[in-house]
């Protein structure tokens, strides 16, 4: 089974562009969490969130809860921002997380 | 910024014999995680553990692996009697209360190549 979908798998961007990546569910979730994996494997949180929208920088994250939908936002794209995106869900029944497949973004200068 | 920290870095084992991967938590965290990512695939939850004792774990997370926090300060993972189909990267995790939607905060990973 697979609680957690993002889209697109892959992406690539001319360095400026604006890039949305997707991330939809299936269940009822507590939260969401937005994650950056660096091509050397580690793992950092952008953002975690149970509703609205947020704002770090040039990210910007949403979710509708009512929809099972999250959007991650990247403005003016750079290549450092060159990663994969992993979307993960909380369910409302315990406190784990489970990770969709990534989003693997490639921006060209 | 505090920092999860994992050791070692890289693990070369072979297939039969036991491993421990280690983790120091960021110090005023209180749940911590182990989650596995195969190569090429995504990350899947082993176990969470909370108040000394594990709090969930999944289906992967059989009898052959187990975790403590034997001294207070380190959290580890031990795989009895690897196989290769547990090669895969580690990560370790820690967090603050789930209720308060805390973030997690993940370490480097452990790569495990089990020959």
């Known amino acids: 089974k697979n609680e957690v979908e993002q889209s697109p798998q892959n992406l690539t961007a001319q360095e400026g562009e604006f890039i949305t990546i997707n991330c939809s569910y299936s269940?009822?979730?507590?939260?969401l969490h937005w994650l950056q994996q660096h091509p050397g494997g580690g793992i950092v949180s952008l953002f975690m969130?149970?509703?609205g929208k947020k704002k770090h920088g040039r990210l910007i994250a949403t979710i509708n809860i009512q929809e099972k939908h999250s959007s991650l936002h990247i403005t003016a794209s750079h290549p450092r921002d060159s990663a994969v995106y992993i979307c993960?869900?909380?369910?409302?029944?315990?406190?784990?997380?489970?990770f969709g497949t990534g989003t693997s973004l490639t921006v060209i200068p | 910024e505090p920092e999860v920290t994992q050791t070692p870095s890289h693990q070369v084992t072979q297939m039969g014999q036991e491993v421990i991967l280690r983790c120091v938590p960021i110090s005023n965290h209180l749940y911590f995680y182990w989650y596995r990512q195969i190569l090429g695939q995504k990350v899947e939850f082993l176990v969470s553990f909370y108040n000394n004792e594990i709090s969930e774990k999944s289906e992967i997370f059989d009898d052959q692996f187990s975790v403590e926090r034997p001294d207070g300060s380190n959290f580890t993972l031990k795989i009895r009697s690897t196989k290769l189909e547990d090669s895969a990267m580690y990560f370790c995790?820690?967090?603050?209360?789930?209720?308060?939607?805390?973030?997690?905060?993940f370490g480097n990973g452990t790569r495990l190549t089990v020959t």
């Open positions: 969130l149970s509703s």
């Open positions: 993960a869900v909380r369910l409302n029944t315990g406190n784990q997380f489970y």
């Open positions: 995790a820690t967090g603050g209360s789930p209720r308060r939607n805390s973030p997690l905060h």
């Open positions: 269940v009822g979730i507590s939260a």
